[in-house]
């Protein structure tokens, strides 16, 4: 399958006074054409950074220190500011978990939505605002020919979070990159705003990156999930093998802190400790603190992300030559 988006050791900095903070470390992954990629992880874990550097929004004074992100094999990652305006809303589509922030409140809907069409496609105004209209249709906006001439504060925050969504589909991007899209809405909100979101994306071959901490969201929706920690990707692989088979002790960890229904417990698992800061990151694997199957390597080795049967961990237990070599000296 081929790749649209390629994230290859993706290193972000922040300079501080007391020198340099490393916030993303060495991230890889890929998004084929038409998938949904989740991305999971613990606040501060790196998720949502991850997106604003795929789209060129890190805030100052972050920046991308190392590594590539690729775009149908064109490196972006590095471009200037008005090439990477381009890309981004033609290309690449954003929706941001507070949709208020996505929208000026003193342009009507119908107005930000042309605007957007008309600076990426090639059609008139009249065909920018027929276009606008079938978008609302699309994401579910009622009576979207009287609506689209209505301002922000005049729709429920579903309804808003549906404008963004159509907002970030206008011109038809390739990848569209969703931060915590359904966090500010209400539970009954969320399943619709994530099966339009799948819906629409899945009918205009869209590929998603979806970052959220919701791990029903991700069930329910995605086809892979990478597991961030501490500014890098602990596992990634198939949704159904991470879930019920995870591979690395930490999302192990995160699964068992979903309570079961089928099953009485009077207290629910937990992870003890938090995730290190930015400063206090500990050498060798940063999650081995908190885990309790770390080795002696764990504490100064660094694993890389290796094999772990049908999903892909960093986590030393599945160093298959290591294990094969200390069953041969045991012998």
């Not at 690729?70 to 949709?99: E, T």
């Not at 940063?286 to 770390?294: E, V």
Request: proline fraction near 7%.
């Amino acid at each position: 399958m081929d790749k649209l988006l390629e994230v290859k050791d993706l290193v972000v900095e922040f300079p501080t006074r007391r020198g340099v903070l490393r916030a993303l470390d060495g991230v890889s992954f890929d998004i084929a054409p038409g998938e949904i990629l989740g991305v999971v992880g613990e606040s501060g874990a790196g998720k949502s950074l991850t997106g604003a550097a795929i789209i060129g929004l890190l805030e100052p004074p972050g920046r991308i220190a190392g590594g590539e992100i690729r775009l149908q094999g064109q490196r972006i990652d590095h471009l200037p500011p008005a090439p990477m305006r381009r890309i981004r809303g033609r290309r690449i589509g954003a929706i941001f978990q507070d949709p208020l922030t996505s929208l000026n409140p003193l342009y009507s809907i119908g107005r930000q939505l042309t605007e957007t069409i008309l600076t990426h496609l090639d059609v008139t105004p009249a065909e920018a605002r027929e276009r606008a209209i079938q978008l609302l249709r699309d994401t579910g906006i009622p009576a979207a020919e009287e609506r689209i001439d209505h301002y922000p504060h005049q729709f429920s925050g579903g309804m808003r979070q549906r404008v963004v969504i159509a907002l970030a589909l206008a011109a038809e991007p390739q990848l569209v990159v969703a931060d915590e899209p359904t966090t500010a809405l209400d539970v009954s909100i969320q399943a619709q705003i994530i099966t339009l979101l799948k819906r629409i994306c899945r009918q205009r071959g869209a590929a998603v990156m979806l970052v959220t901490h919701d791990m029903g969201v991700i069930a329910e929706t995605c086809d892979r999930v990478a597991v961030m920690y501490a500014g890098r990707v602990a596992e990634i692989g198939p949704v159904h093998e991470v879930i019920h088979r995870p591979a690395h002790p930490y999302t192990a960890g995160l699964m068992s802190c979903i309570p079961d229904m089928e099953v009485e417990r009077e207290r629910l698992h937990q992870i003890d400790g938090a995730m290190p800061r930015l400063t206090e990151i500990p050498r060798g694997c940063a999650f081995h603190p908190r885990c309790d199957k770390a080795m002696l390597r764990c504490h100064d080795q660094r694993p890389e992300l290796m094999p772990a049967g049908a999903t892909r961990a960093a986590c030393w237990l599945h160093d298959v030559a290591a294990t094969a070599a200390a069953q041969e000296m045991s012998r």
